[in-house]
């Protein structure tokens, strides 16, 4: 069992940066592949960023890539998304979930926190 609790999210201003936080706790955490998704209003929750178990392979959606980075420290059992240039249509809430493997989709994950909303106006 693995529980994850994000932190980190607010409200900013088209061009800002956030940097989103995921601290998990329980066993093994750092077997784990951990995702990012978001979910806007009336919208299915997408898939955003993914990093492998040790730190050495992510994987992103292209409406992210070359702004958002994922990274993760083990001893920490932190994951964070670091979000540069956000863009009013990267209002959400965000959420983090853990997977045993690289499937980027929501119903391949195992857990995930409750979210933390990241408002972006224009």
């Known amino acids: 069992q693995v529980q994850l609790v994000e932190s980190g999210g607010g409200l900013v201003q088209a061009g800002d940066s956030l940097r989103l936080s995921c601290a998990a706790s329980g066993r093994s955490f750092s077997s784990y592949h951990i995702n990012w998704f978001r979910q806007a209003p009336g919208k299915e929750r997408e898939f955003v960023a993914v990093i492998n178990w040790s730190g050495g392979s992510t994987y992103y959606a292209d409406s992210v ?12 059992n932190t994951v964070y998304l670091q979000m540069n240039s956000l863009k009013p249509e990267d209002t959400a809430v ?4 853990a997977a045993r493997g690289i499937v980027k989709i929501a119903n391949g994950m195992l857990y995930w926190g409750k979210g933390t909303l990241v408002t972006v106006s224009s």
Do not use: E, L, P
Request: glycine share 6%; proline share 0%.
């Open 94 to 97: 965000y959420y983090c979930a």
């Open 65 to 76: 890539k070359g702004r958002f980075t994922i990274s993760r420290d083990n001893a920490k």
